[in-house]
């Protein structure tokens, strides 16, 4: 029998951070070995909202060779750049022709970037659609993200529901796959808002590649409140309960254990000990990562990935194309 199947993917719009990590690379590297995967680099993604050439370029190469130093082995699971495999901008706009404006409207991700914009690209708008493709493309049975993409993979499930009842059965309905801890990391200087990589205020996040003194001094300036319990309470404790997931997700302990561990002792050593954990998991990838980008291996990573990708996609794209009624020649 063959595996069950795993998409999923990261845009190149900024520097990946904790929040990716714990929220979905980390379990990319967990389900590499039970499941048939593909990993992408969603550069068609991220140009819908603008980015200059060259640093589009750089991310693509930094968010894969952050895979590979991350854990992911490309002789088990299919790393590649979304841009590489046509299939997906082809399906992509089949999808578009689908999707009802009042489902994209109601999408947060698309309510939260054009907000207050005096002009929001189409692409943006239709961002979700393009998703969708590149999950059914796959048959993906599974899509390891994190919490803020929980409603994209609703309206891909209501996608594909929709194209198999007009077209007959053709894609499987795929599941989110979501940490229970960690799935929404927030900002350090602002609990209310998630952890991302786009925000004009680097202090706000932890890039996977900063500095072990960088980590130290953010998570040091990390907003707490007044009290000095360290409990988890999202409620009523927002910036403690962030912390305390995040060094759950870095030390392997339950968040019991760590209440457990710091009680009575203020937030000074609590946060002191949490900066080493965040660093003992991010320095060795960030070593493995020098390595991977002055090696030259990263190319053949991509092209071999492509090839696969590819072949996948073409033969799904193909079936689609039957099914709609295209002329196949
Ligand atoms: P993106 O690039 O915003 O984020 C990549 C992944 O990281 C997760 N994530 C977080 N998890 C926990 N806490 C956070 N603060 C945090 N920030 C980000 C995201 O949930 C995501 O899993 N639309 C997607 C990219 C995409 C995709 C796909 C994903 C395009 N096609 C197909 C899965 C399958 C996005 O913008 O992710």
């Known amino acids: 029998m063959s595996k069950p199947k795993v998409l999923s993917g990261m845009q190149p719009s900024g520097q990946l951070t904790l929040g990716n990590y714990i929220g979905a690379l980390q379990n990319y590297v967990k389900l590499q070995h039970t499941h048939d995967c593909f990993f992408m680099v969603v550069d068609l993604h991220a140009i819908t909202v603008a980015q200059e050439p060259a640093a589009l370029k750089e991310q693509s190469e930094a968010v894969a060779a952050l895979y590979l130093a991350a854990g992911l ?61 590149d999950i059914l493309l796959y048959n993906a049975d599974l899509v390891p993200v994190g919490d803020d993409q929980k409603q994209h993979l609703e309206l891909t499930r209501d996608l594909a529901h929709r194209f198999n009842q007009r077209f007959g059965e053709t894609f499987k309905i795929p599941q989110p796959y979501i940490p229970e801890v960690g799935a929404r990391i927030m900002s350090l200087d602002d609990a209310s808002k998630k952890m991302s990589k786009s925000s004009p205020n680097a202090g706000s ?52 254990e760590l209440e457990a561990q710091y009680e009575g002792q203020g ?8 900066a080493e954990a965040v660093v003992s998991v991010l320095e060795p ?33 193909k079936q689609v194309k039957e099914k709609m009624g295209f002329v196949l020649l």
């Open 73 to 133: 082995d490309p002789s088990v699971a299919t790393v590649f750049l979304q841009s590489t495999v046509p299939a997906h901008a082809e399906l992509g706009w089949m999808l578009t022709t689908l999707t009802y404006m009042g489902e994209l409207e109601r999408m947060t991700q698309f309510k939260d970037k054009s907000e207050g914009k005096e002009s929001v690209g189409a692409g943006l708008f239709t961002y979700p659609s393009l998703m969708a493709a």
């Open 285 to 317: 990838i960030q070593e493995r990562y020098r390595q991977i980008r002055s090696s030259g291996e990263l190319y053949d990573v991509l092209k071999q990935g492509k090839e696969r990708a590819a072949a996948e996609a073409e033969s799904m794209l």
């Open 205 to 256: 996040f932890i890039a996977m590649l900063d500095a072990p003194d960088v980590i130290r001094k953010k998570i040091s300036r990390a907003v707490t409140d007044s009290g000095r319990e360290v409990k988890y309470d999202p409620q009523n404790k927002p910036e403690v309960s962030n912390l305390l997931g995040i060094y759950a997700q870095c030390s392997g302990k339950s968040i019991a």
């Open 267 to 274: 937030y000074g050593p609590f946060k002191k000990e949490l």
